[in-house]
């Protein structure tokens, strides 16, 4: 199999990340270790930023978000004694869209066949080879056969312990990490 990008991972960045380069003209595939049934079992976060609702705009995905997520202006801060508003309208000028991940994975899902969007659900020992060459593929197992992908690029949307992060070299690897330690609330702020 040949395409332009791999995409390892079909949660919400894969599938999303999938659908955009699709919507472009960009050939891609989005590989999956689990089956589809177990992807939406993961329960994860539900509030959207601007950014990401538009993308779903932008994609025309977005009549069950529009119809079913709750538009907050703000969110409260509580820690027993006191009651905090963060306005958050108020503060960027945006608001959130409290939607859950699993609709927004689930939204996706059901659009990839009829916009082309290819996903292998089920791919076993998915290995990345010659990441740093002009000719990168990867591996897996499909139903107990052998697949090979031949690509252009390889993105990872496959998470912490994916076979992606693994794959970088560690003399090309950087980590970063953010330090919330200096956050402070403002008194009456």
Not at 47 to 67: C, F, H, N, P, S
């Amino acid at each position: 199999m040949k395409t332009q990008v791999a995409i390892i991972g079909a949660g919400p960045a894969g599938l999303l990340l999938g659908h955009l380069l699709k919507a472009e003209g960009i050939d891609c595939v989005v590989v999956e270790r689990q089956t589809p049934d177990y992807v939406l079992s993961r329960i994860r976060a539900g509030v959207l930023e601007q950014i990401t609702v538009g993308l779903m705009e932008r994609l025309g995905l977005d009549a069950r978000l529009k119809a079913e997520g709750l538009v907050e202006e703000g969110f409260n801060l509580a820690d027993g004694e006191r009651l905090i508003r963060i306005d958050v309208a108020d503060l960027t000028g945006k608001t959130v869209v409290v939607y859950g991940q699993t609709e927004i994975t689930k939204d996706l899902m059901d659009a990839a066949p009829e916009r082309g969007l290819q996903v292998i659900y089920g791919a076993g020992d998915v290995s990345l080879h010659d990441i740093e060459s002009e000719a990168p593929n990867l591996t897996c197992t499909v139903e107990g056969a052998d697949v090979r992908i031949d690509v252009r690029f390889i993105v990872g949307c496959d998470g912490f312990h994916g076979p992606s992060r693994k794959a970088i070299p560690a003399s090309v690897a950087r980590e970063y990490e953010r330090d919330c330690q200096d956050f402070r609330v403002r008194p009456g702020g």
